[in-house]
DNA sequence: GAGCACTGC
């Protein structure tokens, strides 16, 4: 028993090492191709700073001096893998001077890691007191390159903004353009964002600077709320999975005339999307303009993407179109300092190295939070569990709090409350506070080098999360967490020499981790008939959108021409929501149970409605019984809609039967709007009343590719998935866990030392036949002899 | 009888 679970063991492991030498090989050849376009890159940098250096002779001679200092030609000498938070070379430019302003801080030039991209320093202008909002953003470091960057938008086709953390770009860009007429006659100015919160909070701090009500001039929508006014918004933040729905009804996007993608080398799976098309919305749309804002390391392959000019220079020289090489420029940030210390030796566990590491920050430096960064919340309740116990024998004042996504929201709210004087807080975090939170207070950060990734392998159609290395971008993003109130300090437990000789510069793209039915359908409904043949930023592997087509083919989704179907393609395509479960919304109409389903495609798209707190494991149990029914999971989850509704939708009444009460208000949101998409696509919202049988078998209808067989004489709860034999049980999280009914259907699969199946529903093999009659040959369903 | 990096429509 245990050996055979030790083989699945070291076969998984292997198996992830497949996956990562396969990434590796693909990362490799990207380098490759990389290094080959670096010269015509570079020579592209050099008239972009020439044509810079143009706008400002023209700005001076008409007598508008401008503040900016402008370097004339960047170093190509690669100093690489250097690291420009620590050992960052500085020197002087000789040839600056010409440019640079008396009286003002003499710039300095600092090469970046990868000797291409420039960044412009002078210190941050000093000043007391209250300043006016106007004073406040003439001291933000893009101020300077306001007439720049406007030159550039004016000239370039795409203009991608090299900004690190704190310059000012996402707030006063889109300022910029709309001061100097970029929004009028009636044209909108649109900045996307990878997240919901900054959405919000950028839209409504350029509202405060602009002095307007937010719904007004300026504006943001995100899913759920438009705070928008169509005749009033000029500025309109959003999240760019939203503009993406946006192009369903405008695929060229003709109402706006820029169109600023932000934070760019995040390389989500929706801003690749977004970058891949708006490539190709500029052939249609010569006076469309492109910001793309990017770090360092992703500037210079952004800009060979959206390199669309064939050495054909003489013909761009026309008054109004635009150059179609994008310009690069380069914005500095404003963190402090952040100095690197790397451990001499590699780490046998980072685990226990990450808690000396915090114990002797604490005998030896001086106030100031700790921020680690370890994988996942076996690591973070680990390391508390040492740490913990270390302080009980130690001096006190270390405040020890973890933090990842699926904490209850009163304790994630403790982390963000001020420090008490002469204590010392230590936030033990997943990559959350990477990117999608910000800490105040943090001096010191402890990097781990790892974080948890999701692949997914096409063969077994299965996504898998693995423990792998980081890239130097997001070290670098770690590091800077330490620099936002003073200088800080970042302790790397990985060795100086792997950084710079083994760690990759940037992470694999999320296209290439991740199952893509959601991305192919949406290219399908926008028109790109020729998925294999797509421009993308990062091209996903062939096996992978192979394996797309044919599940949305199975579903009828994609005919034999691989051409959305109708109307259940383009149905399909119109629900927000994995494909799958939009299929079984669809079948939900012809069983008469929209509302039912309708609800379990809400529950199914929210990671999970229950309480989770490690220790009321058995509390949780029991609730969850209180709501289980004998059809599975799916069913439950009605239970539980029903017992919310029934109690007002009381908070009180989710605390009582281990409810996530956040969760069911999303769901009750969710639900509401798929109630209105349902509407709109002619779904007749009607309740089967009880006939748990109609919603099985719409359930069937979109999830029979992920039908499982109860295998014959199991004693412990063996499945064969019927599509690929594959072995998996049933979780211990599901109702149907031990009751182990022959035939069902899951929702996800989670992989851990055996696979998973999550949210499980009993179904009648028949159903399968009649529900994907092309799938399923009726043979495959008969009884095994034996 | 076990485990959920992080987003988003």
Redesign the pocket.
């Given at each position: 028993m245990t050996t055979t679970r030790s083989i699945a063991k070291i076969e998984k492991v292997e198996e992830s090492f497949s996956v990562i030498a396969e990434e590796q090989s693909r990362l490799n050849s990207r380098i490759e191709s990389l290094d080959a376009n670096l010269n015509s890159r570079m020579n592209m940098l050099e008239t972009s700073m020439v044509a810079i250096l143009l706008a400002i002779q023209a700005l001076k001679t008409s007598r508008v001096v401008p503040t900016t200092a402008v370097a004339s030609k960047a170093s190509t000498s690669a100093a690489a893998n250097g690291e420009p938070e620590s050992g960052t070379l500085v020197k002087d430019c000789t040839r600056m001077s010409r440019f640079w302003k008396p009286g003002t801080e003499k710039p300095r030039l600092v090469e970046d890691e990868e000797g291409g991209v420039l960044f412009y320093t002078a210190a941050a202008s000093s000043g007391y007191g209250l300043a006016s909002i106007e004073k406040q953003r003439q001291r933000l470091p893009v101020y300077k390159y306001r007439t720049a960057i406007l030159y550039l938008v004016e000239t370039h086709a795409t203009t991608i903004i090299v900004g690190e953390t704190g310059s000012g770009k996402t707030t006063q860009i889109p300022q910029y353009l709309k001061e100097s007429g970029w929004a009028e006659g009636g044209r909108m100015i649109a900045c996307t964002q990878?997240?919901?919160?900054?959405?919000q909070t950028v839209a409504s701090r350029v509202a405060e600077e602009m002095g307007v009500k937010l719904g007004e001039e300026v504006g943001y929508?995100?899913?759920?709320?438009d705070i928008t006014n169509n005749e009033l918004t000029r500025i309109k933040f959003?999240?760019?999975?939203?503009l993406?729905?946006e192009m369903m009804d405008d695929p060229l996007l003709g109402k706006y005339s820029v169109i600023m993608v932000d934070e760019a080398h995040e390389r989500?799976?929706?801003t690749d999307i977004l970058l891949g098309l708006l490539k190709k919305i500029q052939r249609r749309r010569p006076d469309l303009r492109l910001v793309i804002s990017s770090a360092t390391i992703e500037a210079r392959s952004m800009a060979s993407f959206f390199n669309t000019s064939r050495k054909r220079q003489g013909r761009d020289d026309g008054e109004h179109v635009p150059r179609k090489e994008p310009a690069i420029l380069s914005v500095e940030g404003r963190g402090f300092n952040v100095q690197i210390c790397y451990v001499e030796e590699p780490v046998p566990d980072y685990i226990r190295a990450a808690v000396s590491t915090v114990c002797s920050i604490h005998d030896e430096e001086s106030m100031g939070d700790i921020l680690v960064f370890l994988?996942?919340?076996?690591d973070i309740d680990a390391a508390i569990q040492l740490l913990t116990e270390d302080s009980h024998s130690r001096k006190q004042g270390l405040i020890v709090l973890p933090?990842?996504?699926?904490?209850p929201r009163a304790d994630q709210d403790i982390i963000f409350s001020p420090t008490p004087r002469g204590k010392r807080k230590v936030i033990i975090s997943?990559?959350?506070a990477e990117?999608?939170?910000t800490l105040e207070g943090v001096v010191y950060v402890v990097d781990c080098g790892f974080?948890?990734?999701?692949f997914y392998n096409p063969m077994i159609d299965i996504?898998n999360?693995v423990v792998t290395p980081i890239s130097k971008a997001s070290a670098r993003q770690r590091a800077g967490r330490a620099g936002r109130i003073r200088p800080g300090k970042c302790y790397r437990l990985y060795t100086e020499e792997y950084f710079i000789n083994e760690m990759s510069a940037d992470g694999i793209p999320?296209m290439q981790?991740?199952n893509l039915v959601?991305c192919v359908i949406q290219l399908k409904a926008l028109g790109i008939d020729n998925i294999l043949g797509f421009d993308w930023p990062a091209s996903p592997s062939p096996e992978a959108l192979i394996r797309a087509l044919e599940v949305l083919y199975s579903l009828g989704v994609l005919d034999d021409d691989a051409k959305l179907t109708s109307p259940a393609g383009f149905q399909v395509a119109e629900?927000?929501?994995?494909p799958m479960v939009s299929k079984m919304i669809l079948a939900s109409n012809d069983y008469g149970c929209s509302e039912e389903v309708i609800t379990i495609a809400a529950v199914l798209?929210i990671?999970?409605i229950?309480f989770?707190g490690?220790g009321a494991?058995?509390e949780?149990?029991e609730a969850r019984l209180r709501f289980a029914a004998a059809e599975g999971d799916h069913v439950t989850f009605l239970n539980v809609y029903k017992g919310f509704i029934g109690s007002g939708k009381s908070s009180n009444w989710c605390h009582k039967n281990h409810v996530n009460y956040h969760a069911m208000k999303k769901v009750d949101e969710i639900r509401q709007?798929l109630r209105r998409i349902a509407q709109r696509l002619g779904i007749a919202l009607k309740s089967c009343e009880g006939d748990m049988k109609a919603v099985r078998k719409a359930v069937t209808a979109g999830f029979f590719a992920n039908a499982c067989r109860l295998e014959a004489f199991s004693h412990?709860g063996l499945y064969k998935t019927v599509r690929s034999s594959q072995e998996v049980y049933i979780?211990?999280?599901s109702v149907l866990?031990?009751v182990n009914p022959k035939w069902v259907v899951f929702h996800s699969i989670?992989?851990?030392?055996?696979q998973?199946m999550r949210n499980v529903i009993t179904i009648d093999p028949s159903w399968l036949t009649e529900a994907a009659p092309q799938f399923y040959q009726q043979q495959q369903l008969k009884p095994r002899p034996h």
């Open positions: 990878p997240r919901r919160l900054a959405v929508t995100i899913r759920f709320e959003l999240t760019d999975g939203v993406l729905r989500s799976l929706s994988t996942g919340q076996d933090l990842y996504s699926g904490l997943t990559n959350i990117t999608s939170l974080s948890k990734q999701r996504e999360l999320e981790r991740s959601s629900i927000p929501l994995d798209s990671q999970s229950w989770s490690r494991q058995k949780l149990d709007q412990n979780h211990p999280s866990f031990r989670v992989s851990t030392d055996r998973y």
